[in-house]
């Protein structure tokens, strides 16, 4: 069984009858001793029944060697604190319970620092059609702490196939909104703002400020060019992503002076329509918008190697997947 | 004297040429613009009014780029749908 630090917090507090067990390595418990507990210290295969005889937690660093070991040993009584003493630690700094984001806390890259940085970031998606659903999804359950949804359009039954935040009863209600509601249910983490309306010159500097990244998730060139203008002018790193039929193209453009979209498709003319006019697979939209927000995650965590300054190419036909070097 | 391109094909020109990839042979020292014009020739109507950058050996050209017997040349046209 698995409980979280909020959970075992609780179980302190009403000192319930438990041994709590940390299985750790002495360097880690050196580096990052438990805050507040008084934990047996053992090793996992010298574990005696007598500490197992009432109600067991056992901790790791990350939650994840013990909940292996309890699944394979089949025990009832013994439980598995998530995230272990990375998620306990984060938590009682401040309360938070941080155990959800277990699994991405413990990439060095990410961690307990870069989570607080998630949670404190603030993203815009332009579109919440293929590309935005997608990408809102992700970046909901990864922990972004402000998520700005903005789109002029209601739900139709066409969105159905490739836009999975959307169900057959809303046909007609506003995507921001709809989305806006399923993401609140998907993680009370991230606060999602609905704006219904279309980005043009004259609303941008409204909607698009204070955003850490944007990300152009839309499916028309000319709401394109609003936001690579305003995200040029106020150096913000804008997310490109495009679909033709089953290819995509995913670049990260203002990023620390790299190219803007202008620079690369100065004319963008495209005899190509929207995927409503040329049709998609609803998995390309799936794919690309992924793309999108695990660029953007490592836009805000400073994590490189990233697509800037590049154009990735992705054919969904026969799975190629290349860069295009952008020297302009 | 002659070179042989690789051309590699993206969305409006893969689908008006019908294929990923062709090779070309071209006069020695032509250039990038060479190449999308022979590409437009061949495509005919369908890349009509459709911008296209080109890409030497996976850099961006943003000028015409004096070609070598085996570059690959990239015609890649913006997309818009999302």
């Known amino acids: ?328 | 004297m002659t070179i042989q391109v690789t051309v590699r094909c993206f969305s409006h020109v893969r689908e008006a040429l019908g294929k990923d990839v062709l090779n070309l042979e071209l006069e020695d020292a032509a250039d990038s613009a060479t190449v999308e014009n022979k590409i437009r020739e061949l495509a005919g109507e369908d890349l009509n009014g459709i911008e296209v950058k080109v890409a030497v050996n996976r850099k961006y050209a943003q000028k015409p780029v004096i070609l070598k017997d085996g570059d690959e040349v990239a015609l890649i046209p913006p997309v818009q749908g999302g």
Request: overall charge negative.
């Open chain 1, 1 to 328: 069984m698995n409980i979280s630090a909020k959970e075992l917090s609780k179980w302190l507090d009403e000192n319930r009858q438990m041994n709590v067990v940390d299985i750790r390595r002495p360097d880690q418990r050196e580096k990052w001793p438990l805050a507040g507990i008084e934990a047996v210290v053992t090793e996992l295969g010298e574990l005696s029944p007598g500490v197992m005889n009432k109600t067991t937690v056992l901790i790791c660093q990350f939650g994840i060697i013990t909940q292996r070991w309890i699944e394979t040993e089949d025990l009832d009584e013994v439980h598995n604190l998530i995230g272990g003493a990375q998620a306990w630690n984060a938590y009682n700094a401040d309360q938070r319970d941080l155990s959800r984001y277990s699994r991405q806390m413990v990439l060095p890259e990410i961690g307990e620092e870069g989570q607080r940085k998630l949670l404190d970031s603030v993203v815009t998606i332009v579109g919440v059609g293929g590309l935005g659903c997608p990408a809102a999804q992700y970046l909901s359950a990864a922990g972004v702490g402000k998520l700005n949804l903005i789109d002029g359009d209601v739900v139709d039954i066409t969105n159905l196939q490739r836009q999975p935040l959307f169900r057959s009863d809303r046909i007609g209600d506003p995507k921001s909104d709809v989305a806006a509601e399923a993401l609140s249910e998907l993680n009370p983490d991230c606060a999602v703002k609905s704006h219904y309306t279309f980005l043009s010159d004259e609303n941008c500097g409204n909607l698009l400020a204070g955003s850490n990244v944007v990300l152009d998730a839309t499916d028309t060139i000319p709401a394109r060019r609003v936001m690579d203008d305003y995200c040029r002018r106020k150096s913000i790193a804008l997310i490109y992503g495009g679909l033709y039929k089953f290819e995509g193209q995913v670049s990260i453009f203002h990023l620390n002076g790299g190219p803007s979209y202008a620079d690369v498709f100065p004319e963008s003319i495209t005899g190509g329509g929207t995927c409503s006019d040329d049709g998609v697979p609803g998995m390309l939209p799936g794919i690309i918008g992924s793309i999108q927000a695990l660029e953007a995650i490592k836009v805000i965590l400073g994590i490189t190697p990233n697509l800037s300054g590049k154009l990735l190419l992705y054919n969904g036909l026969n799975h190629t997947m290349e860069q295009i070097e952008l020297n302009v």
